[in-house]
């Protein structure tokens, strides 16, 4: 046969496996598995309390009654199970004020990774171009180009606060800008981005009559009582955005692989119409998992708590390395942290695999602006001690490497 690799489309031609592909650094992948197999800790993947246990217990009760009653054998509806989807829509509610209908507003997906493609599915096609902030979830700057559009990097500045300048968007929107993607809170520098920040956002794609996919995959755990806001609530902001969730970050059930979009029924009907096509429907089992896990609102209160508790710890340790600058994260479960002073961040991602023994993300996965950072997931393990000594490790490689004496 002729080389199967040509009869691809052009996207697909030029992927090389990425993240899978490397083998030493590997985010997620053959590679991480072979380092997990050695005893390397794994602080790359945003995954809570990996790779301990915790399912709530009240959460595995109403799974193992379900699967005794063995209905969970069966497909649960393209679109996510009812249930699921009418306590999204209670959920949706509760935060944001959003009276969401549970048959016209809201799609279960497989995960939210699935969810942030399908999410742009409808909208883009060749020529168009998409304004991703930089730095922010690979997949933002990856999914735009498997449908075939262009992706234009904005940059996030970190004197800034990495907030929106509305001045870099300005700059680059033509006539072929048709989305803007945004990570908020965001993925990796846990911003959180304001009101006012968003509403100048806002008033920029309503200017440009753009579409927003808004990523709030981290939206569950925010600190020092900043206020979330989600732009879909904003003036004139309901018809054109299209926001992609989870319960992987915030319940802490990435294994679960539930996400969820909601947007208003103009959109969702396009969504609903081929679901069955592109999502299948999410597994029947965590379908009703999901349900209990977020019925349980005291539960995400201790987890807020614990992953405040991580925040502190890791900026306590953190904050002391010469050379290493980083803010308090605002949010959620990761902290990320400019070593530009000592070197690349894939440099300083391969040394703390070889000094630390722990596997932490180079910077540069993120965008261009993302170079010469790490980020590092500090909400891993369930036990403070050890997350603690191994921030302690990393700690100690650093300050060595910013002295000198790792020659
Ligand atoms: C910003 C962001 N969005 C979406 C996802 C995907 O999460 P899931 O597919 O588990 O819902 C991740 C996972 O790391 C993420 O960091």
């Given at each position: 046969m002729s080389d199967i690799t040509a009869k691809m489309n052009s996207v697909f031609r030029s992927l090389d496996g990425g993240l899978f592909s490397t083998v030493t650094k590997a985010d997620v992948g053959e590679g991480a598995g072979n380092l997990i197999e050695k005893g390397v800790d794994i602080l790359?993947?945003?995954?809570?309390?990996?790779?301990d246990p915790s399912i709530p217990e009240s959460v595995k009760k109403v799974m193992i009654e379900a699967i005794e009653e063995g209905f969970p054998s069966h497909y649960s509806m393209p679109i996510g199970a009812k249930p699921l989807r009418e306590a999204i829509a209670e959920r949706v509610l509760a935060r944001t004020g959003l009276d969401l209908d549970p048959s016209r507003n809201v799609i279960v997906t497989p995960g939210s990774d699935s969810g942030l493609l399908y999410a742009m599915m409808p909208f883009l096609e060749a020529g168009d171009e998409v304004m991703v902030i930089d730095?922010?979830?690979?997949n933002n700057f990856l999914d735009p180009q498997i449908l075939n559009a262009s992706v234009v990097a904005v940059p996030l500045d970190r004197e800034n606060n990495y907030a929106f300048d509305i001045a870099e968007f300005e700059k680059r929107v033509t006539d072929r800008t048709k989305m803007v993607v945004i990570t908020h809170p965001n993925n990796p520098t846990t911003t959180v981005f304001r009101r006012e920040n968003l509403e100048e956002l806002s008033r920029f794609i309503i200017a440009h009559d753009l579409i927003l996919v808004c990523d709030q995959?981290?939206?569950?755990h925010i600190f020092d009582d900043i206020e979330f806001v989600s732009p879909c609530t904003l003036k004139g902001m309901w018809e054109r955005t299209v926001t992609v969730c989870s319960i992987s970050k915030g319940l802490g059930l990435s294994g679960f692989r539930i996400g969820y979009i909601y947007a208003h029924e103009k959109i969702m009907d396009k969504y609903y119409a081929a679901a069955v096509n592109v999502?299948?429907?999410?597994a029947t089992i965590t379908s009703i998992g999901a349900v209990a896990a977020i019925k349980e609102t005291e539960y995400l209160d201790y987890l807020t708590g614990c992953h405040k508790k991580r925040r502190n710890l890791a900026y306590s340790v953190f904050s002391k390395i010469p050379k290493v600058k980083l803010r308090p994260?605002?949010?959620?479960?990761l902290t990320w942290l400019d070593v530009s002073e000592l070197g690349t961040g894939d440099e300083i991602a391969s040394y703390l695999l070889k000094e630390a023994n722990v596997l932490v993300n180079d910077g540069s996965i993120y965008g261009e602006m993302g170079k010469g950072h790490i980020r590092i997931v500090?909400?891993?393990?369930?036990?403070d001690t050890k997350a603690q000594k191994v921030f302690t490790s990393i700690a100690e490689a650093l300050r060595k490497k910013a002295s000198g004496d790792d020659m």
């Open positions: 790359a993947w945003a995954d809570p309390f990996f790779p730095p922010s979830y690979p995959a981290f939206e569950d999502l299948g429907a999410a994260s605002e949010s959620g479960i500090t909400s891993v393990f369930k036990d």
